[in-house]
């Protein structure tokens, strides 16, 4: 899907007048283009509406096409940046370069959302499960909601006798990836697979993008899968064990992982990937969370496309465009002092 913003589209653009709108934004006339992660989109959606009520003259382009098609197109110089739910790996920035006059890319961490574990149970509104007795059902090895590993951590629950049905992703997906790392870093020998954007196992029941997962464990009984936070609706959620507590799903209680999580070794000194501990054990923090990513280069072979992304990506990661995407998906705002490192990074971007 290619999102126009401030092109007259009715179903393009969000009602802007409700979208936090840049106070400083330097303006400059002409287009921005980018592609990649659908995680993005309705959050990509909000900012446009945002930044180009503010910047009448340039518009804003982005395809929500899927993070590696997005990485691509950037390696490619299709585009101005990339959205992606994985950072641009070092092999990648290798590919990268001569479109990035020889500079390196960087990755921006914009948009932090949690992953809902949701569930369909008759008579059941609130579960606790473990990150052990999460992979197991995922795993297939716990098949009934009344298993003593779920009664354990719910012993005021009535739980039925019914067979638990997992729902997974079909496609190639972001947040399968992320919820896969969770599973692995966090679960432990509860979940013997590797981290991959492709379910692992035969499914129980699969289905298309985030919103075909929401639908299917709405619609059954006995469901639980795996979504995006701004997918969950009215749906039930799992608190998640974290250390000696369970962790009910939360933007700000997402956000602490961020600031929690060390930036990646090896990554030049505005590179902004991060190594997030899915196991972590800290008070209060929700761990199962997506961070998608605003690729671009530090040195552009055009000086007024520089500008403009950069004006662009200042109110992205700004207070504004982070209360948009919190309004419009869930999302958690950027922490306060990974935004002014953000802004250094910005600021690096340069034209030739």
């Known amino acids: ?9 009715d179903d393009a653009v969000r009602d802007s007048s409700a979208v936090p709108v840049p106070t400083d934004a330097r303006c400059f006339s002409g287009n921005i283009s980018g592609a990649g992660s659908s995680a993005q989109e309705n959050a990509m959606q909000t900012w446009v509406a945002g930044y180009q009520t503010a910047c009448e003259d340039t518009q804003v382009f982005y395809d929500s096409i899927g993070s590696g098609g997005g990485r691509s197109q950037f390696i490619d110089g299709a585009v101005s940046f990339a959205g992606s739910d994985t950072p641009l790996d070092p092999e990648e920035n290798a590919e990268a370069a001569p479109r990035c006059e020889g500079s390196d890319a960087v990755n921006i961490p914009a948009y932090v959302v949690p ?5 369909h149970l008759p008579g059941v509104d609130s579960l606790n499960l473990t990150p052990q007795t999460i992979a197991r059902i995922f795993n297939q090895e716990i098949t009934h909601w009344n298993d003593p590993a779920i009664a354990e ?9 019914m067979r638990i049905a997992p729902v997974s992703r079909s496609d190639d997906s972001g947040t399968t990836e992320n919820f896969s790392a969770y599973l692995k870093e966090a679960a432990g020998e509860s979940w013997p697979h590797d981290v991959n954007d492709k379910w692992p196992l035969p499914p129980v029941e699969a289905a298309q993008g985030n919103s075909g997962v929401a639908e299917a464990v709405e619609n059954g009984r006995g469901t639980i899968g795996y979504v995006e936070n701004s997918h969950v609706g009215s749906m039930s959620t799992v608190n998640v064990g974290v250390g000696e507590e369970f962790v009910g799903i939360s933007p700000e209680a997402a956000a602490r992982i961020v600031s929690d999580s060390p930036k990646r070794e090896g990554g030049n000194k505005h590179d902004h990937a991060l190594e997030l501990d899915y196991g ?8 199962i969370v997506l961070v998608s990513y605003e690729i671009a280069c530090l040195d552009y072979s055009d ?8 004006s662009f990506l200042s109110y992205v990661i700004s207070d504004e465009g982070q209360a948009a995407a919190s309004q419009e998906a869930g999302s ?6 990974i935004q002014s490192d953000l802004q250094s990074t910005l600021e690096a971007i340069s034209g030739s």
Do not use: E, H, K, W
């Open 303 to 310: 000086a007024d496309q520089a500008r403009r992304l950069t």
């Open 280 to 287: 972590t054990t800290s008070a209060g923090t929700y761990p």
């Open 115 to 119: 992953i809902a574990v949701v569930f």
């Open 153 to 161: 951590s719910n012993p005021d629950t009535d739980l039925p006798d």
């Open 1 to 9: 899907m290619v999102l126009l913003a401030g092109c007259g589209s």
């Open 332 to 337: 958690a705002p950027l922490p306060d002092d």
